[in-house]
Protein backbone atom coordinates (compact mmCIF):
# COMPACT_ATOMS: atom_id res chain seq x y z
CA UNK A 1 0.00 0.00 0.00
CA UNK A 2 1.73 3.30 -1.58
CA UNK A 3 -0.23 6.31 0.13
CA UNK A 4 -3.01 6.63 2.14
CA UNK A 5 -5.38 6.54 -0.64
CA UNK A 6 -4.14 3.21 -1.55
CA UNK A 7 -4.38 2.11 2.02
CA UNK A 8 -8.28 3.62 2.20
CA UNK A 9 -8.94 1.60 -0.83
CA UNK A 10 -7.90 -1.31 0.12
CA UNK A 11 -9.28 -1.48 3.20
CA UNK A 12 -12.40 -0.66 2.06
CA UNK A 13 -12.33 -3.28 -0.65
CA UNK A 14 -11.42 -5.77 2.15
CA UNK A 15 -14.16 -4.43 4.47
CA UNK A 16 -16.97 -4.36 1.38
CA UNK A 17 -15.93 -8.49 1.04
CA UNK A 18 -16.36 -9.01 4.58
CA UNK A 19 -19.68 -7.44 4.80
CA UNK A 20 -20.59 -9.81 1.73
CA UNK A 21 -19.50 -13.11 3.53
CA UNK A 22 -21.65 -12.36 6.81
CA UNK A 23 -24.28 -11.39 4.41
CA UNK A 24 -24.26 -14.60 2.35
CA UNK A 25 -24.25 -16.77 5.59
CA UNK A 26 -27.81 -16.00 5.12
CA UNK A 27 -28.03 -17.79 2.24
CA UNK A 28 -27.24 -21.04 3.59
CA UNK A 29 -29.39 -20.51 7.04
CA UNK A 30 -32.29 -20.00 4.28
CA UNK A 31 -31.12 -22.98 2.78
CA UNK A 32 -31.22 -24.85 5.95
CA UNK A 33 -34.58 -23.91 7.25
CA UNK A 34 -36.15 -24.30 4.04
CA UNK A 35 -35.21 -27.90 3.28
CA UNK A 36 -36.37 -28.69 6.90
CA UNK A 37 -39.31 -26.99 6.10
CA UNK A 38 -39.80 -29.02 3.01
CA UNK A 39 -38.83 -32.83 4.49
CA UNK A 40 -41.02 -34.56 6.82
CA UNK A 41 -40.89 -34.75 9.90
CA UNK A 42 -39.46 -38.15 10.40
CA UNK A 43 -36.47 -36.68 8.29
CA UNK A 44 -35.58 -33.46 9.48
CA UNK A 45 -32.12 -34.28 11.62
CA UNK A 46 -30.34 -35.80 8.31
CA UNK A 47 -31.81 -33.26 6.43
CA UNK A 48 -30.42 -30.70 8.08
CA UNK A 49 -27.29 -32.38 8.90
CA UNK A 50 -26.85 -33.08 5.07
CA UNK A 51 -26.81 -29.73 4.40
CA UNK A 52 -24.31 -28.63 6.99
CA UNK A 53 -21.69 -30.89 6.65
CA UNK A 54 -21.18 -29.57 2.98
CA UNK A 55 -19.86 -26.39 5.17
CA UNK A 56 -16.82 -28.10 6.21
CA UNK A 57 -16.20 -30.26 3.10
CA UNK A 58 -16.16 -27.25 0.86
CA UNK A 59 -14.49 -25.03 3.09
CA UNK A 60 -11.49 -27.46 3.38
CA UNK A 61 -11.18 -28.43 -0.61
CA UNK A 62 -12.06 -24.99 -1.67
CA UNK A 63 -8.96 -23.87 0.66
CA UNK A 64 -7.28 -26.90 -0.34
CA UNK A 65 -7.37 -26.92 -4.43
CA UNK A 66 -10.67 -25.00 -5.37
CA UNK A 67 -9.74 -21.56 -4.86
CA UNK A 68 -6.41 -22.64 -7.17
CA UNK A 69 -8.28 -23.99 -10.02
CA UNK A 70 -10.06 -20.26 -10.20
CA UNK A 71 -6.98 -18.46 -11.05
CA UNK A 72 -5.27 -21.60 -12.74
CA UNK A 73 -7.53 -22.35 -15.54
CA UNK A 74 -9.14 -19.83 -17.04
CA UNK A 75 -7.66 -21.75 -20.56
CA UNK A 76 -8.21 -24.93 -19.03
CA UNK A 77 -8.06 -27.24 -21.03
CA UNK A 78 -6.03 -25.36 -23.54
CA UNK A 79 -3.40 -24.83 -20.89
CA UNK A 80 -2.71 -24.74 -17.14
CA UNK A 81 -1.28 -21.28 -15.63
CA UNK A 82 0.66 -22.68 -13.24
CA UNK A 83 2.75 -18.67 -12.09
CA UNK A 84 -1.22 -17.11 -12.01
CA UNK A 85 -2.11 -19.93 -10.00
CA UNK A 86 0.73 -20.04 -7.59
CA UNK A 87 -0.25 -17.48 -4.79
CA UNK A 88 -3.26 -18.96 -4.57
CA UNK A 89 -2.12 -22.50 -3.38
CA UNK A 90 -2.70 -24.31 0.03
CA UNK A 91 1.19 -23.44 0.77
CA UNK A 92 1.20 -19.97 -0.39
CA UNK A 93 2.28 -17.19 1.38
CA UNK A 94 -0.59 -15.18 0.19
CA UNK A 95 -3.15 -17.84 2.13
CA UNK A 96 -1.91 -17.38 5.22
CA UNK A 97 -2.11 -14.16 7.44
CA UNK A 98 -0.37 -11.40 5.73
CA UNK A 99 0.31 -8.08 6.02
CA UNK A 100 1.02 -7.33 2.37
CA UNK A 101 -2.06 -9.17 0.86
CA UNK A 102 -5.21 -8.52 2.60
CA UNK A 103 -7.82 -8.70 -0.04
CA UNK A 104 -7.16 -12.89 -1.17
CA UNK A 105 -8.44 -14.02 2.11
CA UNK A 106 -12.05 -11.58 1.90
CA UNK A 107 -11.83 -12.73 -1.74
CA UNK A 108 -11.12 -16.54 -1.50
CA UNK A 109 -14.16 -16.25 1.38
CA UNK A 110 -16.75 -14.41 -1.02
CA UNK A 111 -15.93 -17.06 -3.83
CA UNK A 112 -16.52 -19.94 -0.77
CA UNK A 113 -19.88 -18.88 -0.21
CA UNK A 114 -20.58 -19.43 -3.66
CA UNK A 115 -19.50 -22.79 -3.80
CA UNK A 116 -21.43 -23.07 -0.42
CA UNK A 117 -24.26 -21.99 -2.27
CA UNK A 118 -23.67 -24.54 -5.88
CA UNK A 119 -23.79 -27.58 -3.11
CA UNK A 120 -26.81 -26.48 -1.42
CA UNK A 121 -28.93 -26.20 -4.21
CA UNK A 122 -28.62 -29.42 -4.97
CA UNK A 123 -28.93 -31.00 -1.78
CA UNK A 124 -32.53 -29.44 -1.78
CA UNK A 125 -33.73 -31.50 -4.87
CA UNK A 126 -32.39 -34.83 -3.40
CA UNK A 127 -33.64 -35.04 -0.09
CA UNK A 128 -35.08 -38.13 1.83
CA UNK A 129 -33.67 -40.77 -0.21
CA UNK A 130 -29.62 -40.15 -0.78
CA UNK A 131 -27.13 -40.77 1.39
CA UNK A 132 -25.27 -38.23 3.12
CA UNK A 133 -21.64 -39.62 2.38
CA UNK A 134 -22.99 -40.00 -1.26
CA UNK A 135 -24.19 -36.12 -1.54
CA UNK A 136 -21.51 -34.80 0.36
CA UNK A 137 -18.79 -36.49 -2.65
CA UNK A 138 -21.02 -34.71 -4.77
CA UNK A 139 -21.09 -31.42 -2.83
CA UNK A 140 -17.31 -31.29 -2.97
CA UNK A 141 -17.36 -31.87 -7.05
CA UNK A 142 -20.03 -29.23 -7.62
CA UNK A 143 -18.50 -26.66 -5.06
CA UNK A 144 -14.89 -27.08 -4.93
CA UNK A 145 -14.07 -28.51 -8.84
CA UNK A 146 -17.23 -27.96 -11.40
CA UNK A 147 -18.92 -24.78 -10.64
CA UNK A 148 -15.06 -23.22 -9.99
CA UNK A 149 -13.72 -24.36 -13.62
CA UNK A 150 -17.02 -22.94 -14.94
CA UNK A 151 -16.01 -20.03 -12.90
CA UNK A 152 -12.90 -19.82 -14.42
CA UNK A 153 -13.64 -19.99 -18.09
CA UNK A 154 -16.71 -17.34 -17.83
CA UNK A 155 -16.62 -15.45 -14.72
CA UNK A 156 -12.73 -14.20 -14.47
CA UNK A 157 -11.77 -11.21 -17.04
CA UNK A 158 -9.39 -13.30 -18.25
CA UNK A 159 -11.43 -16.98 -18.71
CA UNK A 160 -11.93 -18.43 -22.61
CA UNK A 161 -15.26 -17.97 -22.43
CA UNK A 162 -15.39 -14.27 -22.05
CA UNK A 163 -12.55 -14.04 -24.50
CA UNK A 164 -14.03 -16.19 -27.33
CA UNK A 165 -17.72 -16.22 -26.73
CA UNK A 166 -18.00 -12.97 -25.27
CA UNK A 167 -20.09 -14.57 -22.56
CA UNK A 168 -21.58 -12.37 -20.23
CA UNK A 169 -23.23 -13.42 -16.77
CA UNK A 170 -22.53 -10.44 -13.87
CA UNK A 171 -24.61 -12.27 -11.44
CA UNK A 172 -24.27 -16.31 -12.14
CA UNK A 173 -27.52 -17.12 -13.88
CA UNK A 174 -25.28 -19.57 -15.60
CA UNK A 175 -21.93 -20.40 -13.47
CA UNK A 176 -23.95 -20.52 -10.12
CA UNK A 177 -27.46 -21.54 -11.25
CA UNK A 178 -27.78 -23.32 -14.29
CA UNK A 179 -24.71 -25.61 -13.32
CA UNK A 180 -25.89 -26.52 -9.79
CA UNK A 181 -29.39 -27.23 -11.26
CA UNK A 182 -27.93 -29.32 -14.13
CA UNK A 183 -25.96 -31.10 -11.66
CA UNK A 184 -29.28 -31.53 -9.54
CA UNK A 185 -30.77 -33.29 -12.45
CA UNK A 186 -28.35 -35.66 -13.39
CA UNK A 187 -28.48 -36.61 -9.99
CA UNK A 188 -32.10 -37.29 -9.75
CA UNK A 189 -32.47 -38.98 -13.07
CA UNK A 190 -30.02 -41.99 -11.52
CA UNK A 191 -31.53 -41.55 -7.85
CA UNK A 192 -35.06 -41.85 -8.79
CA UNK A 193 -38.21 -40.60 -6.51
CA UNK A 194 -38.82 -40.84 -3.36
CA UNK A 195 -40.98 -42.98 -2.30
CA UNK A 196 -44.73 -43.24 -3.13
CA UNK A 197 -43.90 -39.95 -5.34
CA UNK A 198 -45.78 -41.29 -8.44
CA UNK A 199 -49.17 -43.04 -8.94
CA UNK A 200 -49.25 -46.40 -10.29
CA UNK A 201 -50.60 -44.92 -13.54
CA UNK A 202 -47.50 -42.31 -13.52
CA UNK A 203 -49.18 -39.34 -12.00
CA UNK A 204 -47.19 -37.27 -9.53
CA UNK A 205 -48.34 -37.29 -6.13
CA UNK A 206 -48.05 -33.98 -4.25
CA UNK A 207 -45.86 -34.44 -0.86
CA UNK A 208 -46.39 -31.29 0.87
CA UNK A 209 -43.89 -29.11 2.79
CA UNK A 210 -44.32 -29.98 6.55
CA UNK A 211 -43.71 -26.58 7.38
CA UNK A 212 -45.06 -24.37 5.11
CA UNK A 213 -44.38 -21.11 7.33
CA UNK A 214 -40.60 -22.56 8.09
CA UNK A 215 -40.42 -22.86 4.32
CA UNK A 216 -41.21 -18.97 3.35
CA UNK A 217 -38.89 -17.75 6.24
CA UNK A 218 -36.13 -19.57 4.31
CA UNK A 219 -37.03 -18.26 1.32
CA UNK A 220 -36.99 -14.77 2.93
CA UNK A 221 -33.34 -15.53 4.41
CA UNK A 222 -32.41 -16.62 1.16
CA UNK A 223 -33.37 -13.22 -0.86
CA UNK A 224 -31.60 -11.27 2.12
CA UNK A 225 -28.34 -13.59 1.57
CA UNK A 226 -28.57 -13.02 -2.20
CA UNK A 227 -27.96 -9.53 -1.40
CA UNK A 228 -24.70 -9.59 -0.97
CA UNK A 229 -24.14 -12.67 -3.47
CA UNK A 230 -24.58 -9.62 -5.46
CA UNK A 231 -22.53 -7.42 -3.85
CA UNK A 232 -19.98 -9.25 -3.58
CA UNK A 233 -20.27 -10.78 -7.64
CA UNK A 234 -18.72 -6.49 -7.74
CA UNK A 235 -15.55 -5.00 -7.17
CA UNK A 236 -16.12 -2.22 -5.41
CA UNK A 237 -13.94 0.21 -6.60
CA UNK A 238 -11.42 0.46 -8.87
CA UNK A 239 -8.72 2.92 -10.99
CA UNK A 240 -8.58 3.08 -14.91
CA UNK A 241 -4.91 2.22 -15.05
CA UNK A 242 -5.63 -0.73 -12.80
CA UNK A 243 -7.73 -2.19 -15.20
CA UNK A 244 -5.09 -1.75 -17.39
CA UNK A 245 -7.76 -2.52 -20.55
CA UNK A 246 -9.45 0.18 -22.75
CA UNK A 247 -11.01 2.82 -19.83
CA UNK A 248 -9.44 5.85 -20.21
CA UNK A 249 -9.68 8.92 -18.24
CA UNK A 250 -8.85 9.38 -14.16
CA UNK A 251 -12.59 8.18 -12.98
CA UNK A 252 -13.00 5.05 -10.52
CA UNK A 253 -16.11 3.34 -10.66
CA UNK A 254 -17.23 -0.16 -9.33
CA UNK A 255 -17.30 -3.22 -11.73
CA UNK A 256 -18.38 -6.73 -12.46
CA UNK A 257 -16.68 -9.52 -12.07
CA UNK A 258 -15.20 -8.78 -15.64
CA UNK A 259 -14.08 -5.34 -14.52
CA UNK A 260 -16.73 -4.02 -16.51
CA UNK A 261 -18.35 -0.76 -15.25
CA UNK A 262 -21.65 -0.91 -13.41
CA UNK A 263 -23.33 0.49 -10.31
CA UNK A 264 -24.60 -1.03 -7.36
CA UNK A 265 -27.51 1.77 -7.88
CA UNK A 266 -27.94 -0.33 -10.82
CA UNK A 267 -27.71 -3.79 -9.57
CA UNK A 268 -30.25 -2.85 -6.17
CA UNK A 269 -32.67 -1.82 -8.52
CA UNK A 270 -32.60 -4.45 -11.09
CA UNK A 271 -32.52 -7.21 -8.12
CA UNK A 272 -35.89 -5.72 -6.61
CA UNK A 273 -37.51 -5.07 -9.69
CA UNK A 274 -36.73 -9.17 -10.96
CA UNK A 275 -37.69 -10.39 -7.77
CA UNK A 276 -41.49 -8.35 -8.35
CA UNK A 277 -41.55 -9.44 -11.65
CA UNK A 278 -41.20 -13.04 -10.77
CA UNK A 279 -43.40 -12.83 -7.26
CA UNK A 280 -46.43 -11.57 -9.97
CA UNK A 281 -45.86 -14.20 -12.21
CA UNK A 282 -45.18 -17.18 -9.89
CA UNK A 283 -48.00 -15.89 -7.64
CA UNK A 284 -50.85 -16.03 -11.07
CA UNK A 285 -49.59 -19.00 -12.69
CA UNK A 286 -49.24 -21.09 -9.51
CA UNK A 287 -52.71 -19.98 -8.63
CA UNK A 288 -51.41 -18.44 -5.26
CA UNK A 289 -49.01 -21.14 -3.88
CA UNK A 290 -46.95 -19.65 -1.09
CA UNK A 291 -43.89 -22.45 -2.06
CA UNK A 292 -44.29 -21.54 -5.96
CA UNK A 293 -44.70 -17.61 -5.22
CA UNK A 294 -41.05 -17.39 -3.42
CA UNK A 295 -39.66 -20.05 -5.79
CA UNK A 296 -40.86 -17.82 -8.37
CA UNK A 297 -39.48 -14.72 -6.93
CA UNK A 298 -36.03 -16.21 -7.38
CA UNK A 299 -36.71 -17.58 -10.07
CA UNK A 300 -37.15 -13.76 -11.48
CA UNK A 301 -33.82 -12.89 -9.94
CA UNK A 302 -32.34 -16.04 -11.20
CA UNK A 303 -32.83 -15.48 -14.98
CA UNK A 304 -32.26 -11.97 -14.54
CA UNK A 305 -28.80 -12.20 -13.05
CA UNK A 306 -26.97 -12.21 -16.12
CA UNK A 307 -27.26 -9.37 -17.25
CA UNK A 308 -28.72 -7.26 -14.06
CA UNK A 309 -24.81 -5.14 -14.44
CA UNK A 310 -26.50 -3.58 -17.63
CA UNK A 311 -30.30 -4.04 -17.78
CA UNK A 312 -33.14 -0.91 -17.53
CA UNK A 313 -35.35 -1.89 -14.41
CA UNK A 314 -38.00 -2.55 -16.66
CA UNK A 315 -36.19 -5.01 -19.13
CA UNK A 316 -35.17 -6.96 -15.58
CA UNK A 317 -38.52 -6.59 -14.55
CA UNK A 318 -40.29 -8.44 -17.24
CA UNK A 319 -37.12 -10.42 -17.64
CA UNK A 320 -37.91 -11.88 -14.02
CA UNK A 321 -41.71 -12.33 -14.81
CA UNK A 322 -40.44 -14.55 -17.86
CA UNK A 323 -38.14 -16.91 -15.56
CA UNK A 324 -40.66 -17.59 -12.96
CA UNK A 325 -43.31 -18.07 -15.97
CA UNK A 326 -41.23 -20.63 -17.35
CA UNK A 327 -39.67 -22.39 -14.24
CA UNK A 328 -42.87 -23.16 -12.95
CA UNK A 329 -44.20 -24.73 -16.18
CA UNK A 330 -41.12 -26.69 -16.94
CA UNK A 331 -40.86 -28.10 -13.42
CA UNK A 332 -44.04 -29.48 -13.92
CA UNK A 333 -43.80 -30.44 -17.45
CA UNK A 334 -40.31 -32.42 -16.92
CA UNK A 335 -41.97 -34.03 -13.38
CA UNK A 336 -44.88 -35.68 -15.28
CA UNK A 337 -42.94 -36.42 -18.63
CA UNK A 338 -39.83 -37.59 -17.14
CA UNK A 339 -40.93 -39.02 -13.58
CA UNK A 340 -38.28 -36.58 -12.06
CA UNK A 341 -39.22 -35.89 -8.05
CA UNK A 342 -37.10 -32.71 -7.36
CA UNK A 343 -38.46 -32.13 -3.77
CA UNK A 344 -37.73 -28.74 -4.00
CA UNK A 345 -37.89 -27.44 -7.29
CA UNK A 346 -34.10 -26.75 -7.46
CA UNK A 347 -33.72 -27.21 -11.13
CA UNK A 348 -36.62 -25.54 -12.48
CA UNK A 349 -35.52 -22.65 -10.21
CA UNK A 350 -31.96 -22.65 -10.59
CA UNK A 351 -31.28 -24.88 -13.40
CA UNK A 352 -34.60 -23.78 -16.19
CA UNK A 353 -34.16 -20.61 -15.27
CA UNK A 354 -30.42 -19.87 -14.83
CA UNK A 355 -30.38 -21.36 -18.64
CA UNK A 356 -32.68 -19.14 -20.31
CA UNK A 357 -31.23 -16.10 -18.12
CA UNK A 358 -28.23 -16.31 -19.55
CA UNK A 359 -29.43 -17.22 -23.26
CA UNK A 360 -31.77 -13.63 -22.53
CA UNK A 361 -28.86 -12.06 -21.82
CA UNK A 362 -27.43 -12.53 -25.55
CA UNK A 363 -30.50 -11.31 -27.06
CA UNK A 364 -30.82 -7.82 -24.60
CA UNK A 365 -27.53 -7.19 -24.38
CA UNK A 366 -26.33 -8.16 -28.40
CA UNK A 367 -23.29 -6.30 -29.40
CA UNK A 368 -22.38 -4.58 -25.86
CA UNK A 369 -18.89 -5.26 -24.64
CA UNK A 370 -17.84 -8.35 -22.71
CA UNK A 371 -14.68 -6.95 -21.45
CA UNK A 372 -12.47 -3.79 -21.30
CA UNK A 373 -9.87 -5.42 -22.80
CA UNK A 374 -9.35 -5.29 -26.42
CA UNK A 375 -9.73 -8.16 -28.65
CA UNK A 376 -12.58 -9.51 -26.56
CA UNK A 377 -15.24 -10.81 -28.20
CA UNK A 378 -18.80 -8.64 -28.11
CA UNK A 379 -22.05 -10.47 -25.75
CA UNK A 380 -24.17 -12.31 -28.56
CA UNK A 381 -27.07 -14.61 -28.28
CA UNK A 382 -24.85 -17.90 -29.65
CA UNK A 383 -22.15 -16.88 -27.63
CA UNK A 384 -24.57 -17.44 -24.47
CA UNK A 385 -26.36 -19.96 -26.12
CA UNK A 386 -23.05 -22.00 -25.52
CA UNK A 387 -21.98 -21.01 -22.39
CA UNK A 388 -25.32 -21.90 -21.05
CA UNK A 389 -25.17 -25.67 -22.77
CA UNK A 390 -21.58 -25.30 -21.17
CA UNK A 391 -22.84 -24.28 -17.44
CA UNK A 392 -26.16 -26.53 -17.39
CA UNK A 393 -24.75 -29.31 -19.51
CA UNK A 394 -21.21 -30.05 -19.60
CA UNK A 395 -20.40 -28.88 -16.35
CA UNK A 396 -23.39 -29.77 -14.51
CA UNK A 397 -25.66 -32.54 -16.05
CA UNK A 398 -22.85 -34.41 -17.31
CA UNK A 399 -20.62 -34.99 -13.94
CA UNK A 400 -23.63 -35.25 -11.43
CA UNK A 401 -25.10 -37.98 -13.80
CA UNK A 402 -22.25 -39.93 -14.35
CA UNK A 403 -20.94 -40.00 -10.88
CA UNK A 404 -24.12 -40.82 -9.95
CA UNK A 405 -23.82 -43.82 -12.09
CA UNK A 406 -20.56 -44.72 -10.42
CA UNK A 407 -22.13 -44.30 -6.97
CA UNK A 408 -25.31 -46.26 -7.85
CA UNK A 409 -23.33 -49.30 -9.37
CA UNK A 410 -21.00 -49.34 -6.09
CA UNK A 411 -24.55 -49.06 -4.03
CA UNK A 412 -23.36 -45.86 -1.61
CA UNK A 413 -26.09 -43.70 -3.55
CA UNK A 414 -29.36 -44.43 -2.27
CA UNK A 415 -30.67 -45.20 1.39
CA UNK A 416 -32.28 -48.75 2.02
CA UNK A 417 -36.11 -48.61 1.27
CA UNK A 418 -37.15 -49.75 4.44
CA UNK A 419 -34.92 -46.88 6.01
CA UNK A 420 -36.99 -44.61 3.49
CA UNK A 421 -40.11 -45.53 4.91
CA UNK A 422 -39.71 -45.30 8.37
CA UNK A 423 -37.64 -41.68 8.27
CA UNK A 424 -33.83 -41.54 8.49
CA UNK A 425 -34.40 -40.14 12.44
CA UNK A 426 -36.52 -43.00 13.46
CA UNK A 427 -33.62 -44.50 15.52
CA UNK A 428 -32.59 -40.41 16.79
CA UNK A 429 -35.96 -40.35 17.30
CA UNK A 430 -36.42 -43.24 19.51
CA UNK A 431 -33.45 -42.72 21.16
CA UNK A 432 -34.56 -39.07 22.04
CA UNK A 433 -37.82 -40.39 23.72
CA UNK A 434 -36.23 -42.62 25.38
CA UNK A 435 -33.94 -39.99 26.67
CA UNK A 436 -36.41 -37.70 27.70
CA UNK A 437 -38.57 -40.40 29.20
CA UNK A 438 -35.52 -41.88 31.70
CA UNK A 439 -35.02 -38.19 32.65
CA UNK A 440 -38.88 -37.78 33.52
CA UNK A 441 -38.79 -40.87 35.63
CA UNK A 442 -35.89 -39.77 37.40
CA UNK A 443 -37.18 -36.30 38.07
CA UNK A 444 -40.34 -37.65 39.38
CA UNK A 445 -38.84 -40.03 41.42
CA UNK A 446 -36.32 -37.53 43.36
CA UNK A 447 -39.35 -35.19 43.70
CA UNK A 448 -41.55 -38.35 45.39
CA UNK A 449 -38.19 -38.81 47.93
CA UNK A 450 -38.37 -35.23 48.49
CA UNK A 451 -42.12 -34.52 49.73
CA UNK A 452 -41.62 -38.10 52.25
CA UNK B 1 -26.08 -4.83 -34.16
CA UNK B 2 -26.04 -3.62 -30.84
CA UNK B 3 -28.61 -3.62 -28.60
CA UNK B 4 -26.13 -0.53 -26.78
CA UNK B 5 -25.39 2.83 -27.73
CA UNK B 6 -21.33 1.72 -27.35
CA UNK B 7 -19.77 -1.54 -28.38
CA UNK B 8 -16.04 -0.96 -26.56
CA UNK B 9 -15.59 0.56 -23.08
CA UNK B 10 -12.75 2.59 -24.52
CA UNK B 11 -13.97 5.77 -22.75
CA UNK B 12 -13.87 8.06 -19.95
CA UNK B 13 -16.12 7.21 -17.82
CA UNK B 14 -16.66 10.64 -16.46
CA UNK B 15 -18.46 11.30 -20.20
CA UNK B 16 -20.77 8.42 -20.04
CA UNK B 17 -23.78 8.28 -19.03
CA UNK B 18 -26.63 5.89 -19.75
CA UNK B 19 -25.19 2.07 -20.71
CA UNK B 20 -28.65 -0.23 -20.22
CA UNK B 21 -29.93 -1.37 -23.78
CA UNK B 22 -32.63 0.00 -25.70
CA UNK B 23 -31.83 3.58 -24.50
CA UNK B 24 -34.18 5.86 -26.18
CA UNK B 25 -36.97 3.56 -25.71
CA UNK B 26 -37.68 4.56 -22.39
CA UNK B 27 -41.10 5.59 -22.76
CA UNK B 28 -42.32 2.05 -24.53
CA UNK B 29 -40.82 0.07 -21.46
CA UNK B 30 -42.54 2.31 -19.46
CA UNK B 31 -45.80 1.23 -21.35
CA UNK B 32 -45.11 -2.29 -21.28
CA UNK B 33 -43.84 -2.40 -17.47
CA UNK B 34 -47.27 -0.36 -16.98
CA UNK B 35 -49.33 -3.25 -18.75
CA UNK B 36 -47.83 -6.16 -16.74
CA UNK B 37 -48.26 -4.18 -13.47
CA UNK B 38 -51.95 -3.67 -14.40
CA UNK B 39 -52.44 -7.01 -16.34
CA UNK B 40 -50.98 -9.21 -12.79
CA UNK B 41 -52.74 -6.75 -10.29
CA UNK B 42 -56.26 -7.32 -12.32
CA UNK B 43 -55.74 -10.87 -12.39
CA UNK B 44 -55.11 -11.20 -9.02
CA UNK B 45 -57.98 -9.48 -8.06
CA UNK B 46 -60.10 -12.08 -10.60
CA UNK B 47 -58.12 -15.36 -8.44
CA UNK B 48 -59.05 -13.88 -4.90
CA UNK B 49 -63.04 -13.05 -6.39
CA UNK B 50 -62.68 -16.94 -7.65
CA UNK B 51 -61.41 -18.34 -4.56
CA UNK B 52 -63.60 -16.47 -2.19
CA UNK B 53 -66.35 -17.47 -4.34
CA UNK B 54 -65.23 -21.02 -3.95
CA UNK B 55 -64.26 -20.82 -0.71
CA UNK B 56 -68.46 -19.66 0.32
CA UNK B 57 -69.92 -22.36 -1.65
CA UNK B 58 -68.08 -24.86 0.39
CA UNK B 59 -68.77 -23.36 3.82
CA UNK B 60 -71.10 -25.04 6.23
CA UNK B 61 -71.86 -24.81 9.64
CA UNK B 62 -69.90 -28.12 10.19
CA UNK B 63 -66.71 -27.29 8.14
CA UNK B 64 -67.04 -23.70 10.04
CA UNK B 65 -67.10 -24.97 13.57
CA UNK B 66 -63.99 -27.33 12.93
CA UNK B 67 -62.27 -24.39 11.25
CA UNK B 68 -63.23 -22.40 14.55
CA UNK B 69 -61.57 -25.87 16.84
CA UNK B 70 -58.31 -25.61 14.42
CA UNK B 71 -58.12 -21.95 15.47
Redesign the interface.
Known amino acids: MGSNIDALTTVFTEFYYWVTVVFMFLIHVGFCVYEVGVARRRNHMHTLMKNTMLIPVVTVTFFFFGWWIYWAFPNFPMAIDFAAGAPYTPWAENMGTNLGDRITGVFWAAFLLFSWTAASIVSGACIERIKTKAFLIHAVLIGSVFWIIDASWGWHWGGWMVKYLGYHDAYASGVIHAIAGGYALGILMVLGPRLGKFAKDGTPRDIPPHNPWLVTIGFFLIYTGFWGFYAACNVPIIS?EVID???????W?ATNIYL???TLG?ITMNFLMSLS?GL??A??VS??DAFWTYSGGLAGIITASAGND???P??A??IG?FGAYAAFKLHNYVEKRFKIDDAVGAVAVHGYAGFIGVVICG???????S??Y?GYA?ISPWGQLIGAIIMFGLLGFLPGYLVSKLMQAKGMLRIPASVEIRGLDAMTNEAYESAVADIQAAEKRRLNEQSK | MATTSYTSWAADLADVGVVYPFAGSEVVMVILGVVFWITCQVLMSKMEDEELEAEEKAASSSSSGSNIDRY
Open positions: PGQLTGVTTAPTAGMVYLKGLYHIQMLGFMLWGAPSPEA
